[in-house]
């Protein structure tokens, strides 16, 4: 649900929310009916004088809900927001039934040049092009046309050259809560490494 429609849907009126049971049961019904992460600032919005910590605090209740009573999902905190989600074990069986949703395929060097952003950010095209050695425009743009960087201001001083960062699509493709949950550059060494999915 995109920032418009999650507005439009704050223009409906709504009855009030009572008790922690009623607001718990709220924030359910559009984990279940979103198709991305929710944040705590989205949720507030739907209740008139609930806290963000109120918020967690019932969304980790549903969350132990989940796990106490063995349930074939989780909730889980991604991407700077809180989504429902199956666990891996029932992949199989969802990939049977269901097309799986088809994941940013990236090449070596796209994953080079993002893992250069993610680690340096805000960084500018220059500077990106200075660590890899070569010329990044395109691959720069085709990581911004699949959403994966963005244009975060510009840089102080002469010329005032675009700043580069990753995106909240970024840490959901790579299923991190934020950016303190990178790989080690270790990690992303072994990434680069591997042969390009293409």
Known sequence: MSDSQYQLAMDVASPPVHNPDEMRSVLEAVLFAASEPISL??????????????????????????????????????????????????????????????????????????????????????????????????????????????????KPGPGRSLLLATTDEFLEQFGLKDLSALPSLEEIEEILNREDPE
């Open 41 to 154: 600032e989205q949720f507030q919005q739907l209740f008139d004088d609930a806290s963000t910590w109120q918020i967690r605090q019932q969304l980790m209740q549903l969350r132990d809900e989940y796990q106490e009573t063995n349930r074939s999902f989780q909730l889980i905190e991604i991407a700077n927001g809180f989504q429902i989600c199956t666990y891996a074990e029932y992949h199989p069986w969802i990939q049977k039934f269901h097309t799986r949703q088809i994941r940013v395929k990236l090449s070596a060097s796209a994953l080079e040049a993002l893992a250069i952003v993610a680690y340096k950010q805000p960084v500018t095209r220059s500077e990106v092009e200075e660590i890899r050695g070569v010329n990044s425009d395109s691959v720069l743009n085709s990581l911004i046309e699949k959403r994966m960087v963005r244009i975060a201001g510009r």
